[in-house]
């Protein structure tokens, strides 16, 4: 049951890194908007990215933050991407209720050939998005992977609940550089809204069938009639600009307030989001016991020492050759 039923157009705060679950009763819809301003910042400022990179790596943050937030338990939402763009690697962990962290992988050369004029889709090109969820040692992970083909992280998104959820859906992604008065340093924000029809009577969400591999040459199978209900939520969240998303000023009730108040939107009490990595030396030190000796004995530097640095933080744990290399492998 919701905690707070207020119509959205009476709660006009805005917050940033947080996630507003909504609900939409006359259109049969439920969803959540993400605000993210000094979390993406502290997410970003680990590594030197581009410009071009963080618009990237924004928007997957703001992707996994709206899909992690929906986990009923403790566990992990991660989204990685394995492409043939110069933005080839994006990995993005979030730890259920509330931390995130993110990391990215590119190619200088490649960017600078593309220029200013790559969008995030182009940037991440063709290749496949997975996305995992981990519920802990005790429970297999459950994995779902789409394709990625040139056309983003949006309509992945939309790929990925047509063929693993059968949920109809709607993602809205953006990222923007904030500039600050004055030639200060420029902040990053990113917001997002997913929407979902879920009617009571579930014939009333059905989605078009896969491609039957032995129809006919010629045929074309038949989809079924779209929903009155969602072909209007999706018209609506169709009306919505990237700077609406994005807008410090314009907090997300009013977003909800602008886009459904004629049919009466509700909110639900905000979730707040925070740039956390996980790591820790006690981990790094885990992880390398889990090798071979003779594996951990060609990881000593010169020095003596072994050194390991997060791909998400950058933090570097040093260990002294003895810590690693005699220790017994974990079982």
Do not use: N
Not at 123 to 145: C, E, F, K, P
Not at 197 to 205: D, H, K, M, N, Y
Not at 240 to 254: A, C, F, G, K
Request: net charge negative.
């Amino acid at each position: 049951m919701p905690t707070d039923t207020q119509p959205a157009d009476r709660r006009l705060e805005g917050i940033d890194d947080a996630v507003l679950p909504f609900q939409v009763d006359a259109l049969d819809i439920r969803g959540r908007t993400v605000r993210l301003g000094p979390a993406l910042d502290a997410v970003l400022a680990h590594h030197d990215y581009p410009p071009a990179v963080k618009r990237v790596l924004g928007e997957a943050v703001a992707l996994t933050v709206l899909l992690g937030t929906s986990l009923k338990f403790d566990g992990r939402f991660i989204l990685q991407t394995q492409t043939d763009g110069p933005v080839d690697m994006v990995v993005v962990d979030f730890v259920s209720p509330d931390k995130v962290r993110a990391y990215a992988r590119f190619d200088k050369a490649a960017l600078a050939e593309g220029g200013v004029l790559l969008t995030p889709a182009a940037l991440l090109g063709r290749g496949h998005l997975a996305m995992t969820i981990d519920q802990g040692l005790s429970v297999h992970r459950y994995q779902g992977v789409v394709a990625l083909e040139g056309e983003g992280l949006e309509a992945a998104a939309h790929q990925y609940f047509r063929q693993s959820e059968q949920i109809p859906t709607r993602v809205r992604l953006a990222v923007g550089e904030e500039m600050r008065p004055g030639g200060g340093p420029s902040s990053w924000r990113a917001g997002g809204l997913l929407a979902q029809f879920l009617p009571a009577e579930a014939g009333r969400a059905r989605t078009p069938d896969l491609p039957p591999g032995d129809a006919p040459g010629g045929h074309e199978a038949l989809a079924p009639e779209e929903d009155d209900a969602w072909a209007e939520a999706q018209s609506l969240v169709g009306t919505l600009e990237d700077v609406e998303l994005i807008d410090r000023e314009l907090s997300s009730e009013r977003l909800l307030y602008r886009l459904f108040h004629e049919r009466g939107v509700r909110v639900f009490d905000a979730k707040p989001v925070v740039a956390h990595c996980t790591c820790s030396r006690e981990r790094v030190a885990g992880v390398l016991a889990s090798f071979e000796a003779e594996e951990r004995r060609e990881m000593v530097q010169e020095d003596g020492r072994i050194g390991v640095t997060c791909e998400f933080c950058g933090r570097t744990y040093g260990f002294a050759a003895e810590e690693i290399v005699e220790a017994p492998p974990e079982a």
